[in-house]
């Protein structure tokens, strides 16, 4: 079910993160990403709802918003099947789908428990789980599942609107003999 | 091509409508509209981009917004084949589409031209043209083909954070047992 | 519900046809379609599932197998707000949609009633309806709803295979560089 | 590029299989497929088309056509990343996609080489690649990259004729209130 947790005491800085890996991710620290609007997806690589919506969606709201205003980034919280979904698994699966935002680690159980760190910490229920994180670091929302494009663009322009205005461009392909087509009817 | 126009000077009171139809259309007028952001999709009926993109994106903004702070309309602005695309023809389209929202049929040139007078005043480009405006009534986005949901969701959002604070509620189905299926794996 | 007819005795000299419109249409008559295998569409130009899968995939019939041995054509079966789904209207709809194959007009009933004749010979429970015509004209397969491309694919060559030898043509997009994308990996 | 590789000498029996995982993979041997028409599909688990295309087309080709008649199954032929792919990371993939069908693991190369030995015998140019195998075992069709539903119906349908008769059964959801929704319009 889509939940929203209690997450009045939960920031950022409760992410406890292996590595960064993918694209972005040199020199990246989770502190780093404070003082912008978070996206954060967490995933498995082998969860099919994940690679199949969640990835994509992250995908697009990298491009959508600046990235100077709204950080995009995975979590990968594995918690089950641990020797198929390796760190080293997962940089070939970063490659071969051309994931272009980092993703960090989630920390492994200290005492060797199938749940990582960040999981246990923010309790989620499964994957894929949403994250969003306001410019001071603060959980703001959590989202076990899925949420539609509209409401995401809705609630992180909500974030951006809190900490100053913002800019969005707009980007589209072009329409231009007369006539109908697929997109539209010209004069 | 997607254009932003000129817009500082149109607002609400500049469509000039024939007739309102479909559903909540009983003793609607435009003035009614004002006090909540508008979202208006410009469309032919026959027009294909409008059918399968523009009207189920004004009825996922409809699910997604309250009703009482962002209202979604559309307006039919006929430019060619007129006496296929009358309102007694639109009634039926209405109808058969299960269209949710109300619908302002754009009022005919005086002239007996093809260019309906609210098209005319708004410069638009074709059909579909989507249309934001404040809930003070002024046009503050005209795009020309499609704007992503992404996009779109953060839009309007911005435009209601200017009239106050919003309050969105999330819903989706249920995931509840163990294991993984379309939507995700769950502990 | 999707239903087979008792479909033995009914071939494709039983429409009763008041004009072919659109492509392909000139000087066409019904008979000329027998001696190949005929994939007719019924519908209405505003149904809505007629309009975003059946037309759709009568195009992709069209377009996958040889015209010298598969015929697609629609047949325009109006028994709902016939004065908005007129000829006139249809030829608009044809042209804004751009169809690509014949579409006839089913016969008023002489009695003025809603249900024309091709639909009252053949028990239509509505639309869309899909037939299959065998190559000598007999009606071999009738159904309301949608069949699928996998299923549908397989009742063509098997009627195909009926009346000799086939050669299907692949065509498909290019994947040159090495690496993935959406299509696939290469070496 | 699709292309249809001269297959003139090529069966079933040239398949080099490391073991059969998966749903009905127990006690399977490649033998026992020849019989019925065999549609394979070589794949990688972390290539991105063939998890998103096709392994489910092959789902659908197994819901769609009589198990005693077309035999569906993966095979696992990795070129790539072979230690994010082994076996053992495979049958994790399986379950977590719910793979309903058998999969061979293409046997390595005996020295070591990167590219496994049906992969090389059949000279695949990358995953995805299908192929499909007449009732006597003998590889009639060779397809790197996808070929559409329509398509790939019409050439199972076109083997199962040379080796008799056909009965495909049709299933799909009711629609039974008069009126319109998004699969038809009823009387």
Known sequence: M???MRTADLTLHDWAVAEWLGAGSADLA??????????????????????????????????TFPRDRVA????????EH??????????????????????????????GGPVPQTMQRFSFRGTPTLLLFDATGRLRRQ??????????????ARLEGESGSTSLEVGAPSLQEPGCDESGCRR
């Open 143 to 156: 989202v076990f599942g899925h949420l539609a494009d509209l409401q995401l663009g809705a609630e992180i």
């Open 72 to 79: 995009v980034v995975g979590l990968h919280s594995v918690f």
């Open 2 to 4: 889509m939940t929203t």
């Open 30 to 63: 989770t502190e780093d990403l404070v003082g912008r609007v978070v996206l954060a997806g967490a995933f498995q690589m082998l969860c099919p709802g994940c690679v199949s919506q969640t990835i994509p969606q992250l995908t697009r709201v990298a491009a």
């Open 82 to 111: 641990h020797d198929a979904m390796t760190p080293h698994a997962l940089r070939a699966f970063l490659h071969e789908y051309a994931v272009g935002f980092p993703v960090a680690v989630d920390a492994p159980a200290p005492d």
